[in-house]
């Protein structure tokens, strides 16, 4: 007696299916569920964010509980489980960051583009996000902008990236 | 096997083992929290590190196998070191919230802080906090509590078999939840407050009212379906506060169906009757004990003298007690009446010489997660046993087994069956047979002459063949075959598959008590009335017994306008209202679950008697009681009972062979189905099954209770211009029922799934009868 929800292939274009297929095959037969991440990733790719309908329907399309993709999809920070703006800036603040000064690179994106850690611009083009550790240690403080890494921040470094964000 | 040694004691244990196993079997204690025997090993809660010679880091005792000469150090400094450390992170985020929590007192954390805990915790910043997510009318939750044991969401998973818990989030802001807004819908979702080691899942029913330290606690059995789970009724100044599962391996394990943990709550209803009351001149009226007696005396009497006892009809509800039943047909026989029936759903009776002695299996649950093959026919087990359920899914799941459901309606499952069939009533014997004839051919015998005409299916050919090959084999006929109009027929069938193949099996029956209302003798003579022909014709006296017609009988709109038109109606109940009143005349209140002592008999053949675990309200009594007074003032012989011992000591003692669950023969043609176009299908609501279920305010409460559609495929729809979710009316012979339309695909042509005594349900007629329907404008 389930509400009829759109199924995945209504929610996006033909050629996201395609590439989530993709995945899928590089799976043994049965084990489709394993493509979850990707194919969260795709849906996000095409969606900007990942709604509640766009999860249940990955949830449907690979067989596997709706809880179980809302676990993997809350668990991992570069999921955006609300809408986000143009551009996600992505601090990391844990330890090697935080040791190096993440804590005044977040003070100045604040002050820069006037949004807390999680809020999004009020021109809905940059959206500030506190993450986990994206491995990327050895250049500490660092920050990832949309899917690109910058590494060894210092404030002139951060006002130059945010320059030369497209509008 | 190997040897192992834990803290000096030399034990044996299999190979495989944990350690925490073979300690647990030799009465060692180790702290833990989220390994629990019945389910999969997590290992994250990391209390029960122990020490292991050789190894130099304390290991968790759940996910650590044993070997040859290994040696466990339980309390070792450096075990205890472990154990105290993770104790302490456990506490980190745990609020100190024990006089508030529901769990305080019988809170594993709690229990184990005491030992392991410290006095003073390192940690000084602020205690994280978690919204508590909404999850039904069953459970309360309160997550700041959880400790992430995750033992609900591997319940969720292994053994309800619907994941609808989960983990998300990371790190501190991990929760266990629904994730989005949701009630937890699994008929055996309240196992997880005895799972949860804390005060994070509680019983919402049960919320605030008692401390565990008050409660004195009385074994006893539950009394909804016909495994008699093994419960423990806890008890506090005379008042049943909640219903436990009691630990028993071969029936219930240590679960409980949410039916038979909640419906205490419909006790303290209300709508107690609690005094005797007469209809005198149109008026109610309540009177006492000896007076109730004396009128029933004078009217019973009366109508016995001037009618004769063919006139008289005693129907009971097959959740009675074994002693209850046992008494009331020999009241009924006492005075000469031979229509006397439990099977209330029963249309068929044409075979009934080929009965069994009871319903029920010739196989243990444990044989029945060891099958290889199962052909399981007109049953949905989740909602109509729902731990036989458990039984099944691990048969399918862990031993593969093939599992062949037909159906008329689509079974809820959990499990992935070998194949799912659904058929029309009108179909439904040909399409056993169907089984039947493949059998015999793979057999390389020559079908019967009737069989000719029939086709075999790939489905039936396949299930023929699982039931030929596989070694454990089964053949389970579901309770809702019993209420077919061609039950005989499609038992017959089922029975010579069973004799063509080596398959153990049986039948299951509605109520808790249907084996014992049989072996009590609850039917009816040779010359008597079944309860099918005692609520088509009119009598002038009934006495119904634990019955409320609206929702207990096959055909409720006639058995409500007969009692009506009856000189005498006897209502002998737990609960009544205000329909009570207008086809009763006399009310004699009874005692329920837990309030009175008595044998049930399950489908397994196990005799379980039980003894009250409080007093009965008001004036209401013990069953037998009142029958073994009614008895006396009846001027009966041998009525002179002093407890329920000496009642089923007498049936025992009359029993002479061993009993049997086993279908005789049948002889001469069965009643095969002719059934006319749009058919009722439908099984019975969980939830509505007896009064005291039907009184039990958080179950009726469940998005199993409250909704109720009516399904149709989409040909059938499409034939009669209907289309999914529209507002429809349905009728029988009585009145209009409206409801919603639910596009069921799985449904055969032309059959109308509207289920059995839900709320308004009372209106419609029989099952596997014609049914109109109808759009409604909005």
Redesign the interface.
Known sequence: MAKPEPCLTELLPQEAIASIDHWISKYPPGRQQSAVMAALTIAQDHHGWLTEKLMNGIADYLKMPRIAVYEVASFYSMYHLEPVGKHVISVCTNVSCMLCGSDSVVEHLSKRLGVKLGQTTSDSLITLKEVECLGACGGAPMLEVDKQYHENLTEQKIDEILAGLEK | MVNIEIDGISLEAEQGDMIIEVADAAGVSIPRFCYHHKLSVAANCRMCLVEVENIPKAVPACATPVADGMKVQTRSPRAREAQKSVMEFLLINHPLDCPICDQGGECELQDIAMGYGGDVSQFSEGKRVVVDPYIGPLISTEMTRCIHCTRCVRFG?EVAGI?????????ENMSIG???EKSVDSEISGNIIDLCPVGALTSKPYRFSARAWEMGQVPSIASHDCLGSHVNIHVRRGEIMRVVPRDCETINECWLSDRDRFSYTGLESKQRLLQPRIKEKGQWKNVEWQDVFEHIVTKLGGILESEGPEQVGFLAHPSSTTEELYLLQKLARGLKVENIDYRLFQQDFSAQQSDPDYPGLDLTLSDVESLDAMLVIGANLRKEQPLLNIRLRKAAQENGAAITLVNTISPDLNYEPHSNVLLSPQAFADGLRGILKALYLLKGDIPPEQLNSLNVDSWQQVCAEKLLESPNVAVILGAQVSDWPNYHEVREVARLIRSLTSASGGELSWGANAAGAAIAGMVNGESGFNSYEMLENTLQAYVLWGIDPRFDVADPLQAVTNLKQAALSICVNTHYDETTETWADVMLPMAGFGETSGTYVNCLGNWQSFTGAVNPPGEARPGWKILRVLGNFMQLNDFNYTSTTEVIDELRGSICNKLSSAWKAQEGTPHSYSGSELTRVGTHALYRCDSLIRHAVPLQRTKDNT?H?VGLNESTAHRLGLI?GQKIRVRQSGDWLPMVL?IDNALADNAVRVDIGFEGSEVLGLIHKPIYIEGVSE
């Open positions: 998973t994941r609808e818990l989960g983990a998300t989030g990371r790190g629904t994730f989005i909704e559609s999914d639910d």
